[in-house]
């Protein structure tokens, strides 16, 4: 798990880098990311559901975001995006689409 937040780190430092992100805002806006990722990796066993999982993950982002955004007297999305960053679905889609190509709705339903 320590690997896996660590990867959130740095995917979402770099993100920031390559958006801009004030100098200044790079270490809060970096762990909105982990801390995003470590809430979706504590709760992916207990939530079958993928997108409910997500919303649930999102709204704590979101929720990070606006608090971080009163207290850096900045606007919330320069946290919220790269705090969602993790969370884009490659695997899922890619499984999904798969599945779809070779015909499998169960496999396609369950991505």
């Given at each position: 798990?320590?690997?896996?937040?660590?990867?959130?780190?740095?995917?979402?430092?770099?993100?920031?880098?390559?958006?801009?992100?004030?100098?200044?805002?790079?270490?809060?806006?970096?762990?909105?990311?982990?801390?995003?990722?470590?809430?979706?990796?504590?709760?992916?066993?207990?939530?079958?559901?993928?997108?409910?999982?997500?919303?649930?993950?999102?709204?704590?982002?979101?929720a990070y975001s606006e608090l971080f955004a009163k207290l850096?007297?900045?606007?919330?999305?320069?946290?919220?995006?790269?705090?969602?960053?993790?969370?884009?679905?490659?695997?899922?889609?890619?499984?999904?689409?798969?599945?779809?190509?070779?015909?499998?709705?169960?496999?396609?339903?369950?991505?």
């Amino acid at each position: 798990m320590l690997y896996d937040l660590l990867t959130a780190l740095f995917a979402t430092a770099g993100y920031c880098l390559m958006v801009n992100v004030p100098r200044r805002l790079w270490i809060p806006a970096a762990f909105g990311g982990v801390l995003s990722w470590g809430i979706y990796l504590l709760l992916r066993d207990r939530i079958d559901s993928v997108f409910y999982l997500l919303v649930l993950v999102s709204a704590a982002c979101a929720a990070y975001s606006e608090l971080f955004a009163k207290l850096a007297k900045a606007p919330a999305t320069i946290f919220l995006i790269p705090g969602l960053i993790p969370l884009v679905p490659g695997g899922y889609v890619y499984y999904m689409m798969f599945s779809l190509v070779q015909n499998d709705a169960a496999g396609m339903q369950y991505y």
